[in-house]
């Protein structure tokens, strides 16, 4: 039975096909051709045939340059760098592949295009600045450890530990904003002991003809020490500017959860963090 896997994210799809064998109650057995080891992978980049058009600019609409790949499929080929914020050449004949534009300077461009129309296509590329993080905790400066995530409408995440990495690298776009903020805990999970039973098949005569008794056991979970714990934190979505990023600063507010002293406590800090929101200026 051949068998196709496909595995989504957003708008990207990896597939690849695999054959089950399926004889009664037999294990897999690969079947290989006869004419294994005479056989090559096809490369797709080796047939370039569709002439294509590529101009590059920034967000001001001035001419930018990088270099230009294409992926169709599995399979990714360098059609070559941009002059004057133009390309011209050849690419291979694909429908529904993607242009991957790497810029000095500039984020990482991923766009969806067919060569077998052989259009031009105009894209923008967004300036990447370096931009140092802030944090504020309840109108406080950090005093804990914080992970903060930038995760971008294109597919990209970023992501840094406070207060050891306050620099990230970031582009103008719509983000979701996700802060969590850990400080220490005195908290102490006693241990416990439970009793689990499940049926098992008797030995001897009785068990072949399918006769089973309870079997019981008793588990120890042993006494757990939570040393860090939420402290404060929140979520959210931020249209970032470009010229906030130029000013090469970000300030971030969220608010500032109870000490969890109890695991009752800790439990009620990670369900009101959802409905915290996050402050970027």
Not at 52 to 65: P, R, T, W
Not at 190 to 196: C, E, G, I
Not at 226 to 249: D, F, H, M, P, T
Request: charged fraction near 25%; aromatic fraction near 10%; include cysteine.
């Amino acid at each position: 039975f051949p068998v196709l896997v496909q595995i989504y994210n957003n708008e990207e799809v990896f597939q690849f096909p695999v054959v089950a064998i399926i004889d009664n109650n037999i294990a897999r057995e690969a079947i290989f051709s006869e004419f294994e080891g005479e056989q090559t992978e096809f490369d797709l980049c080796e047939y370039k045939t569709n002439d294509i058009e590529i101009n590059l600019y920034d967000v001001n609409l001035k001419s930018a340059d990088g270099d230009i790949s294409y992926q169709c499929f599995d399979q990714k080929c360098s059609l070559g760098k941009s002059s004057g914020g133009r390309f011209a050449g050849k690419a291979p004949s694909c429908l529904n592949g993607y242009l991957l534009v790497r810029g000095e300077g500039f984020a990482d461009k991923k766009e969806l295009f067919s060569t077998n129309n052989g259009e031009a296509i105009d894209i923008i590329l967004d300036r990447e600045y370096e931009v140092a993080l802030d944090l504020k905790v309840g109108d406080k400066p950090l005093s804990g450890t914080a992970i903060i995530t930038f995760a971008g409408e294109n597919g990209k995440t970023v992501s840094t530990a406070l207060p050891d990495a306050k620099d990230v690298k970031l582009s103008e776009g719509l983000y979701d904003v996700t802060v969590y903020v850990y400080g220490n805990s005195s908290i102490t999970i006693p241990s416990s002991t439970k009793t689990q039973c499940q049926e098992v098949s008797r030995s001897g005569l009785l068990g072949f003809f399918g006769s089973t008794k309870e079997e019981c056991f008793d588990i120890t979970i042993p006494e757990t020490k939570i040393e860090y714990a939420l402290r404060g934190g929140g979520k959210g979505k931020v249209y970032l500017l470009e010229n906030q990023l130029a000013s090469g600063k970000l300030n971030i507010e969220v608010e500032q959860l109870p000490l969890p002293n109890t695991l009752e406590q800790l439990q009620y800090n990670y369900a009101t963090f959802d409905s915290k929101g996050v402050n970027v200026e």
